[in-house]
């Protein structure tokens, strides 16, 4: 079988490819270009500061399902769980909208920033996708995100650059996601936040000690966040202690028949 870091990226670029015959990126600019000089582009919160000031800086993902371990919870909708995720003590959400691998869509981030702002909350959304072009990172701003992630697996270094400044250019804050030592480069750059993935994309396998072994060799400059394979309070309380500002909790609250409660009861374990 093709690895899962290969099959994402392919797939990526051929939704691109489609997406960009039915509505192009430049009608999309125009569409953001005429907002902004309206006023009417929303100002979420911070992503970066949420992780900083939170004391547990648990970042709560939506997704129904995931590669390597299938579906999750086939029902949850975002205009529920995302408040949900909110009133439980998230410090922010992380919205999947990649409905090929994790059958979350692009449509959820607006609902995600919607709904926890109509219930009376105030913490951030981040775009989580295999961001490859200007044209998501404009529907992230768009759609009220307050942060994207760009993955070093899925770009070159160059191609990494070039996206980071256009995020900053236009209002999102950026979290780079590392796999390796290899990608440290990546990180010593003017992203918002470092993320150290604990998962392999090859087989989506996941290591906790990736975050651990990499830890002291990120800049000490940087908000830190660990993702994958996170789902006990033992594993937040060595990843907090190891110097992590934030955990993000994906599959640990989304296999449960209340995500939000399972999200409430690991923070009141802590």
């Known amino acids: 079988m093709m690895p899962y870091k290969e099959q994402m990226l392919q797939q990526k670029r051929q939704e691109l490819t489609e997406r960009e015959a039915t509505l192009t990126t430049q009608t999309i600019l125009e569409r953001y270009e005429t907002m902004k000089a309206e006023g009417h582009l929303a100002s979420p919160t911070s992503f970066k500061t949420a992780l900083q000031t939170d004391p547990y800086g648990l970042v709560a993902e939506f997704k129904r399902k995931s590669p390597g371990v299938g579906v999750l ?3 949850a909708v975002p205009q529920v769980l995302c408040p949900a995720f909110a009133g439980a003590g998230a410090a922010a959400v992380s919205m999947q909208t990649n409905e090929a691998f994790f059958d979350s869509k692009l449509a959820f981030l607006r609902t995600a920033y919607g709904t926890i702002e109509g219930h009376g909350y105030n913490i951030p959304v981040l775009r989580n ?6 044209r998501q990172l404009l529907e992230a701003r ?35 996601a590392i796999h390796s030592a290899e990608q440290l480069t990546y ?8 993320a150290v993935v604990n998962y392999n994309l090859e087989d989506y396998s996941a290591d906790l000690q990736k975050s651990l ?22 594993d937040i309380r060595r990843l907090k202690a ?20 399972a999200l409430q009861q690991l923070r009141s374990a802590l």
């Open 142 to 176: 768009l759609f009220a995100a307050s942060a994207v992630q760009l993955d070093a697996d899925f770009l070159s270094f160059e191609e990494y650059t070039e996206l980071l400044a256009y995020a900053h250019s236009i209002g999102l804050e950026v979290v780079v």
């Open 242 to 261: 190891a110097g992590y500002h934030g955990v993000m909790l994906g599959n640990c609250l989304m296999s449960q028949p209340d995500p939000a409660a």
């Open 129 to 134: 996708d295999v961001i490859i072009s200007k």
């Open 73 to 75: 919870n086939a029902e």
């Open 187 to 194: 990180a010593q750059t003017e992203a918002d936040i470092v």
């Open 213 to 234: 072994d990499l830890v002291t060799q990120l800049p000490t400059d940087k908000v830190l966040l660990s993702e994958g394979g996170i789902s006990t309070v033992e």
